[in-house]
């Protein structure tokens, strides 16, 4: 993450929140991860933000949570009003301190290159327990044009697409809807929830949104594998 854009989430933080908080979409996909869990479930939150409202949802459910983000002042806020463990963490550098039953990836990967992202989820989902949950959600690509230089070959995904962001363009990795969920099942996982929907963030300088939320859960102790697409190496 460039220095540029760490300024921009810490910058954020509160304003962030006030956008996005009372987003019903985000809701509901927490509301079923929570539901395919006991109580005291141990839970990662990759780039929790100020922690509301997921990390906030699931430590009033009785979860443990941990949570990272790149944001020491969204950190700072997230320490004050939220039950749990939270630390100042970009998600390509982040090594898992033990093992989770769920794993979230809510937007935290939007500025990454793919071959960052995926060596950060094949890192992350490594930890997750038998049964493990793995929640993501996203900015799907398929309204991108199918000529446009930011795909990849296989046209599962593009990266560094100027997607506008805060009424500025932002180089954002997005999967198509099916790409998305095609990625997560390379990795042996099953798909147990999948939206899309249209988001209005609660500030004037955000256009509306199209967001997926999907749900996938590891079958059993069933190893995970190395996901696909795999990265393409560069000269």
Known sequence: MTTEEHDMWDGLNIEYENAYQDNPFKKAMVAEVIRLLAPGSSVLDVGCGTGVPVAQTLAEAGMDVTGTDVAPKMIEHARKRVKGTF????MVNYEPKKSYDVIFIVYSQLGLEYAAFHSAVWKLVRSLRPNGILAIGQSPADDIPKDDPAWDSTHTYVEG?????????????????????????????????????????????????????????????QAVQKPLPLPVQRT
């Open 87 to 90: 630390e100042v963490a970009d």
């Open 161 to 221: 697409y100027n997607l506008p962001f805060w009424g500025e363009p932002f180089a954002t990795l997005m999967f198509t809807r099916q790409g998305q969920k095609s990625f997560l099942e390379s990795i042996g996982l099953e798909i147990v929830y999948d939206t899309l929907d249209v988001f209005q963030p609660d500030n004037p300088k955000c256009h509306p949104e199209h967001q997926q939320y999907v749900v996938a859960r590891q079958r059993g102790d």
